[in-house]
């Protein structure tokens, strides 16, 4: 059983940049560059013909490209202990409308609804065995970083292989964003 999440790829200009941001941190087990993703929607393992259903459901999406806006840093942490460090991403309204017409689309293909609130961000390292102070220091030196926006043109359905070390992120299918014709919404925007 494949394993799926939807996400947002990260461009490679910006991978470079955040792999720069990666040690220093003891304990701290950091995220390769080429798994560095925007989480819109984790799917979990599902069957072959489930997995088919999540396909056609994230091919009908109809969304426009825009820019995203990754800066500054960020620590997440469950039960009173920081779990990971990451990059925030500014919430916008294109990027939240993207997420939740991918929210509609699993919850349509069968897929129960997500419990949690989304928040935009891109894992940069997992943290369980850093020390609290380390990584708060981390934060605060890095606050300053703010990279320039990224333009989104697509989003994709990943696989995660689990290894021993880390897992591996596999883009499976790619989904196009489209632009609006010159002067006009999209065709499936009109009379909205």
């Known amino acids: 059983m494949p394993r799926l999440f939807v996400a947002l790829p990260i461009p490679e200009e910006l991978r470079e940049q955040l792999a720069d941001l990666a040690g ?12 560095y993703h925007l989480t819109l929607r984790f799917i979990g393992e599902v069957d072959g013909w489930q997995a088919d259903e ?8 109809r969304a426009r490209p825009f820019a995203m806006q ?13 779990t990971s460090l990451h990059v925030t991403v500014k919430r916008s309204e294109r990027l939240l409308h993207l997420q939740s017409k991918v929210e509609q689309a699993l919850q349509r293909a069968g897929l129960p ?15 369980e065995k850093a ?18 926006p990224i333009t989104i043109e697509h989003f ?6 689990l290894g021993k070390e880390q897992a591996h992120y596999e883009a499976e299918v790619n989904y196009p964003l489209e632009q609006a014709a010159p002067g006009g919404p999209l065709p499936h925007e009109a009379g909205v």
């Open 70 to 82: 990754p800066g500054g840093l960020g620590l997440f942490e469950k039960a009173g202990r920081l």
């Open 24 to 35: 220093g941190i003891p304990g701290a087990r950091w995220v390769p560059p080429e798994n």
């Open 54 to 61: 999540v396909d056609e459901a994230l091919a009908n999406i």
């Open 131 to 148: 020390a609290p102070d380390k990584l708060i220091g981390f934060v605060q030196a890095h606050n300053l970083f703010r990279p320039p």
């Open 156 to 161: 994709s359905l990943y696989s995660s292989l």
């Open 113 to 127: 609804p997500e419990r949690r609130r989304f928040a935009p961000h891109i894992t940069l390292a997992r943290t």
